[in-house]
């Protein structure tokens, strides 16, 4: 605990995805061969003067803001979060300050939201699992959790958790997975997001990089057929199945699959080729995981190559980024960004402040 104490991975973890999210941004609509030409070697790419970031960090400081208010009032519980979170991802709409590309799923889904008489249900997009959902749940993950705590609401959903100040591990998932269906209700949108989420709640508690794999796709086996009734509602009855276990059992099928493609691209690593080319281009949630772990794992213990491996590809550079530095800060935590690239970053203040928040 006090590696973890000391590291400050929430810090870490806040300051690494805006600094991809900031080194991706001119890049995300280039190919590689236009990138390098662009922008030079890719292990010297640097950090854009002034450092912008896009969409994906604004809309994880919207989150984050949405669970600090919902964790002010008290432990979290559906109604808590979705209020709190509604109002941010709406306010992020409606902000002159969101002309950085944002994607459309966000842009649909939050209109409908910011009618209030409407159930978020009705806003999600079902039919979309867009990187949106991924990219800005890393604030789930860091979030202060019980560890050991047994898990809080059933399947059958009447009963809330025991009044507690920390969050256990199925209400993270829940809250992963209700997050990502205020836009994107596609049962593949929330089950990366839940993986992003327990991936950083992994590594910022000192899991080993070598072990990541093997613990997410023993979480994606145990929750495969887990649909979160208690924090999802009816969400599943606006797709196509037949049963809510059927609706999530396919994300989380979809995720297992790109998993396999993250192993499979570990066994022969390639450092100088472009990493979408064996995982995917990261437009899609379950990508967005898979290429962001990929770049993170073939350079754990080097933040900044990872970061710029994650910038440097054909696909949605931005938010490939953004989540490698989510997972690069967990793990190696806030000492890990040279000061000259963290002390000029968009937003930094409010990215300390929630950082020190949940590293405390
Ligand atoms: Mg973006």
Same mark, same amino acid.
């Given at each position: ?34 990138? +390098? ?114 898990? /809080? ?23 992963? =997975?209700? =997050? ?78 790109? +998993? ?18 064996? /995982? ?24 900044? /190559? ?55």
């Amino acid at each position: 605990m006090t590696r973890v104490d000391s590291k400050r991975a929430a810090t870490g973890a806040m300051t690494g995805l805006a600094l991809g999210d900031a080194l991706g941004f001119p890049t995300e609509f280039n190919d590689v061969p236009r990138i +390098l030409e662009k922008c030079g070697p890719w292990r010297d790419m640097a950090l854009p003067a002034p450092a912008y970031v896009t969409d994906d960090t604004q809309m994880s400081l919207a989150l984050g803001r949405g669970l600090r208010t919902a964790a002010e009032r008290g432990p979290l519980t559906p109604s808590r979060v979705v209020r709190p979170v509604r109002e941010e991802y709406v306010e992020w709409w409606r902000s002159p300050e969101n002309n950085r590309a944002p994607g459309r799923t966000c842009l649909v889904a939050c209109e409908l939201l910011s009618h209030d008489e409407r159930r978020w249900q009705e806003a999600s997009q079902v039919g979309s699992k867009g990187c949106g959902a991924t990219m800005r749940v890393a604030p789930v993950g860091l979030l202060p959790g019980l560890p050991g705590l047994p898990g /809080t609401p059933g399947l059958s959903g009447s009963s809330g958790p025991s009044a507690a100040p920390g969050l256990s591990d199925e209400a993270r998932s829940g809250v992963a =997975q209700l =997050q990502a269906a205020l836009t994107h209700g596609h049962p593949t949108a929330l089950a990366a997001s839940d993986l992003v989420a327990w991936t950083i709640r992994l590594l910022a508690h000192g899991t080993p990089p070598g072990s990541l794999l093997r613990e997410l796709r023993a979480y994606a086996r145990e929750n495969r057929s887990r649909y979160h009734e208690w924090w999802l509602g009816d969400l599943w009855r606006f797709a196509h199945d037949h049963g809510p276990v059927e609706f999530i059992e396919r994300g989380w099928d979809e995720c297992l699959d790109v +998993l396999d493609r993250v192993e499979a691209a570990l066994r022969a690593p390639d450092p100088e080729a472009d990493p979408c080319e064996a /995982t995917g281009e990261g437009w899609v949630a379950e990508e967005s995981l898979a290429t962001a772990l990929l770049c993170f794992l073939l350079f754990p213990e080097e933040p900044l /190559t990872a970061l710029r491996r994650a910038a440097c590809t054909a696909g949605d550079s931005d938010s490939l980024a953004c989540l490698t530095g989510a997972f690069a800060g967990a793990y190696l935590g806030a000492g890990c960004w040279p000061s000259d690239w963290a002390e000029r970053i968009e937003y930094r203040g409010e990215l300390l402040a929630l950082g020190a928040l949940w590293d405390a």
